[in-house]
Each structure stands twice: as C-alpha cells, then as structure tokens.
C-alpha cells in the first residue's frame, strides 16, 4: 500500500462543476498535507496547505481534512478549462525529514 | 525573485556517459530533494538532504549520487547514464519536513 494515495482518474467535469479530488495517507503521525497543481509539461506548484481537522477555502477551491478517517479532499468550485492538469496530494511530518507525495489525478475541464 | 533554479532545463547523453545536475535555492531553506517523474506518472523520490551536511536515499536512489554542497546547492550525478534514466528531473526546497515543497523548472534528460 502506497503511503499516499489517490484516485487515479481521469476525472472529467463539465465548465461550472464542482470537481472533487480525493486522497487518503497511512502515516498516522502525519501533520501537514498539501495539493500541489501539475499543468502538462511544467513543475508543480503548490495550491492548498491544510494542518487542521475541516475546511479551509481559498478562492474557488477548498481542501478538507480528516485526521480520525487519514482522508483529505479537494474541491473546485466552478471549475474552468484552465484548471485542467493533474493535483497532486502530499503528506508530511517534521522529522520526517521528506513530505511523501501521491501519484495525481488528471482533471480535464471540458467547456 | 529566482526560488528554485535548475541547470541545464535540457540534456542528451550517450549511455555510458556521466553528467551532473545542478540546483540552487535562494530562499534559506533546510532542506532539498530531488525527484524523478516519467512519462504519465507520479514523481519519485531519488534522495534528500533535510539539512546541510546530510543526505538520505528516497525510492529510488540506484544509478544517482547526491552532494550537498552547501545550504543553497544540491546536485545530483549520473555515474554511467543508462536509457531507463531518461526522464524528467525536478528539484526542490522547503524549511523542513511538514512545509511545502518549491519546485524548479526541471531538466529534461533524454540518454540515448
């Protein structure tokens, strides 16, 4: 079992959906998560932080965390053509000197 | 406001051949790492360094080696570049462990 894992996708919504992109993580003393965006051909680039149990929301999207079901989610509101790429969600712990990533999930936004 | 900086963004080898990979942070960050991602895939972690001074193996550290070279340089060798290593190389940064990562631009490496 990886220590990240995710949906693997495609995942395709239509312009205006929500998109719900899902992650659950193994390492039970894991402390910080993250989402991190993949257009084709370029690097990753961070989108969400989360630390906490809930919601935290920035703009369209939100992440959500459950720390009792190792689950954490992430949602766009209104989803553009633009947020076509691949979301990659990550987990870390301070000692553990590395954040352990999951392997992405492809969103396709088709107008 | 540079962040992460990889050289070169591209690169063709022989097998057999040798070449080093550069990366340097500007932002004073602990630790560096740095990752493979091929084709349709997920990225890979070939080694870290969480601070100056040392280094750890990741997933996937045979075929590469790693220098610390100070806070801002990690570099990674290719000994002996073989075709399974041609993929697309990324480095990256953070303060430690439980922050995010800032990733560079990648390199591009095609071993023929």
């Known amino acids: 079992q990886k220590e990240v894992e995710q949906n693997s996708g495609p995942l395709s919504v239509p312009e205006g959906a929500i998109a719900s992109l899902n992650c659950t993580y193994s390492?039970?003393?894991?402390?910080?998560f993250f989402w991190y965006r993949q257009y084709s051909g370029k690097s990753p680039e961070l989108i969400m932080s989360i630390y906490s149990n809930g919601d935290k929301e920035d703009g369209r999207f939100t992440a959500q965390l459950n720390k009792a079901s190792q689950y954490v989610s992430l949602l766009i509101r209104d989803s553009q053509p633009s947020d076509s790429a691949t979301y990659l969600c990550a987990a870390g712990r301070a000692n553990a000197g590395k954040s352990t990533f999951g392997d992405g999930t492809t969103l396709t936004v088709k107008p | 406001n540079a962040g992460v900086t990889q050289t070169p963004k591209f690169q063709v080898l022989k097998t057999g051949q040798s070449m080093t990979l550069q990366c340097a942070q500007d932002m004073n960050h602990n630790s560096m790492y740095w990752y493979r991602q091929d084709p349709g895939m997920g990225l890979r972690l070939i080694y870290y360094s969480a601070s100056e001074g040392t280094t750890d193996k990741g997933e996937v550290p045979n075929g590469y080696n790693v220098s610390r070279l100070n806070k801002r340089e990690f570099s990674l060798r290719l000994e002996s570049a073989a075709p399974s290593q041609t993929s697309v190389y990324f480095c990256a940064s953070n303060g430690q462990g439980n922050q995010p990562q800032h990733f560079g631009d990648g390199t591009r490496l095609s071993i023929l």
């Open positions: 390492d039970r003393v894991s402390q910080s």
